[in-house]
């Protein structure tokens, strides 16, 4: 079953759940808001940075899936938006997933083809002015991306810019910013600095000319097919020659598929995803570090450790003793 509502609604009961501010007793300065409980349980957190930019965190869950029915109005902001968990589809109707992450602001059109999918649903988004994206971008001596300079510029048109998928890279920013170990002053510079790695990210996405032929639907699902195969192989992965093989495509277009589909080599998320791994098996505190270096492919310690440094610029025992103690 599907419930339908409209967002004024939605704002309406939104604003009955939260008669009162509700203050964290632990970040003060954010803002939280229950999710109406007519529709589902979970809350909003919002996190003001610096003037002009805003991260918003959704968790909630919906027993049952969610039309929304809108009727075409402005956002003068521009959302960088994360999918962590859920599905649906998009304002145009386009389906949406768990590890996609899109560009949206301007016009919204009136739609009622927006729909929320039942179950988990977590995302973050990031929310920019666009004077302050445009200063952000030219204090670095960049010129705007094209596909933003209209955005940028107040055009009142919808856009939905080139949705990708959630790199390793971008995984990684967005598990520091949800489970950020900082407070005051210092967990607002840290998760400035998250927000804009996320946002260079992004940009990357978008500034990237597309002048190598786009993969067929069949190429793609023997990429995901690769990536399933590294992801079960993670001490001992196949050459780049049997990965290709294995899932029937040559190598170029292995290569090829890797940095167009998760925006690295494959390699590269091999490595990412060790990292990763790593980095929760530390956090567990259940295992030694000999141990965690072999299941994630590394017969040398110091190796591992080294590795680990280079990526996190903190070394595993010490990263392991400095969460523990939080």
């Not at 590269?268 to 270096?293: D, T, V, W």
Request: net charge neutral.
């Amino acid at each position: 079953m599907t419930i339908n509502i409209t967002v004024y609604d939605f704002w309406d009961l939104r604003k009955a759940a939260n008669p009162e501010p509700i203050i964290d007793s632990i970040h003060q300065e954010d803002y939280l808001c229950r999710y109406p409980q007519e529709l589902g349980s979970g809350y909003y957190r919002w996190i003001p940075l610096r003037e002009g930019i805003l991260i918003e965190i959704l968790e909630t869950y919906l027993p049952q899936s969610i039309r929304w029915i809108t009727h075409a109005h402005h956002q003068n902001s521009l959302e960088f938006g994360f999918i962590l968990a859920g599905a649906g589809q998009d304002y145009a109707g386009q389906p949406t997933k768990s590890g996609e992450d899109y560009i949206f602001g301007g016009v919204y059109p009136q739609s009622n083809n927006n729909v929320d999918g039942a179950g988990n649903l977590s995302w973050v988004s990031l929310i920019i002015k666009p004077e302050t994206l445009r200063t952000l971008i030219e204090s670095y001596g960049e010129p705007l991306p094209q596909d933003l300079e209209k955005a940028i510029a107040g055009v009142p048109e919808y856009f939905n810019l080139r949705p990708s998928l959630i790199t390793p890279a971008k995984q990684i920013a967005l598990q520091q910013i949800v489970h950020c170990p900082y407070q005051g002053l210092t967990r607002k510079m840290y998760l400035e600095s998250k927000a804009l790695e996320l946002v260079s990210l992004k940009l990357a996405d978008q500034v990237a000319a597309p002048t190598e032929k786009l993969l067929r639907l069949q190429e793609i699902d023997r990429i995901h097919h690769a990536r399933d195969i590294l992801l079960r192989n993670i001490g001992n992965p196949p050459s780049l020659i049997d990965l290709a093989r294995q899932v029937g495509i040559n190598e170029y277009t292995l290569k090829r598929g890797f940095r167009q589909i998760f925006g690295t080599t494959v390699f590269g998320f091999l490595h990412s995803y060790r990292m990763e791994q790593a980095r929760q098996l530390l956090l567990s505190g259940q295992m030694k570090i000999e141990q965690i270096a072999q299941i994630v492919g590394y017969a040398n310690r110091s190796r591992f450790a080294a590795a680990f440094k280079k990526k996190y610029g903190i070394n595993p025992k010490a990263y392991q003793m400095q969460e523990l103690d939080l």
